[in-house]
T-cell receptor, first 112, second 114 residues
Framework: NAGVTQTPKFQVLKTGQSMTLQCAQD?????MYWYRQDPGMGLRLIYY???????DKGEVPNGYNVSRLNKREFSLRLESAAPSQTSVYFC???????????FGPGTRLLVL | AQSVTQLGSHVSVSEGALVLLRCNYS??????LFWYVQYPNQGLQLLLK??????LVKGINGFEAEFKKSETSFHLTKPSAHMSDAAEYFC????????????FGTGTRLTIIP
């Protein structure tokens, strides 16, 4: 099993450009998450999906949209990137009703 | 709302010395508590978790943590540090079983001095 995979690993954008971060898991988990990690701030939840077809906002959803395409895939879209969105983005998944989350390797995003 | 506070953003210990990373929690209901580790350029992986069974929880790589309700703490310890323990450690809290949303602390970077 590959676990949780994320693409791309690294991306540079100019302010105003758009892009989609991809995440997929092969563990048959219902729940999936997007976090951003910034120095000194830990991980903050952007969006959460409890099951296919459902999404909920987390702590810092502004400037982002998500799509739960199917049970395996959960994408994060930046419609108009801003320098404040420079960060490392992590996708995670978990079984419904279980606390342990499994993380992908991350996407490092730089917005100029 | 629940939260965790990690005291010390950077901790340095000598190889072979005791590792102690501090975490205090705030929760209106009995919490579930976690420690995750992040090695350089990698995602997070679970070290251990407390889910209201034994208060002393043993995890991977020789780490353990003790849940102390009276002190609202869940400190992470390892008796003897190894060079491979150098990483960033995150404490996290979930308010109750079935609530999968975790709230993370700001992290503690552990450096091991040879």
């Amino acid at each position: 099993n590959a676990g949780v995979t994320q693409t791309p690993k690294f991306q540079v954008l100019k302010t105003g450009q758009s892009m989609t971060l991809q995440c997929a898991q092969d563990m048959n988990h219902n729940s999936m998450y997007w976090y951003r990690q910034d120095p000194g701030m830990g991980l903050r939840l952007i969006y959460y999906s409890a099951s296919e077809g459902t999404t909920d906002k987390g702590e810092v959803p502004n400037g982002y949209n998500v799509s739960r395409l199917n049970k395996r895939e959960f994408s994060l879209r930046l419609e108009s990137a801003a320098p404040s969105q420079t960060s490392v983005y992590f996708c995670a998944s978990s079984k419904s009703g279980e606390e342990t989350q499994y993380f992908g390797p991350g996407t490092r995003l730089l917005v100029l | 709302a629940q939260s965790v506070t990690q005291l010390g953003s950077h901790v340095s210990v000598s190889e072979g010395a005791l590792v102690l990373l501090r975490c205090n929690y705030s929760s209106s209901v009995p919490p579930y508590l976690f420690w995750y580790v992040q090695y350089p350029n990698q995602g997070l992986q679970l070290l251990l978790k407390y889910t209201s069974a034994a208060t002393l929880v043993k995890g991977i790589n020789g780490f353990e943590a003790e849940f102390k309700k009276s002190e609202t703490s869940f400190h992470l310890t390892k008796p003897s540090a190894h060079m491979s323990d150098a990483a960033e450690y995150f404490c996290a809290v979930s308010p109750h079983f079935g609530n999968e949303k975790l709230t993370f602390g700001t992290g503690t970077r552990l450096t091991i001095i040879p």
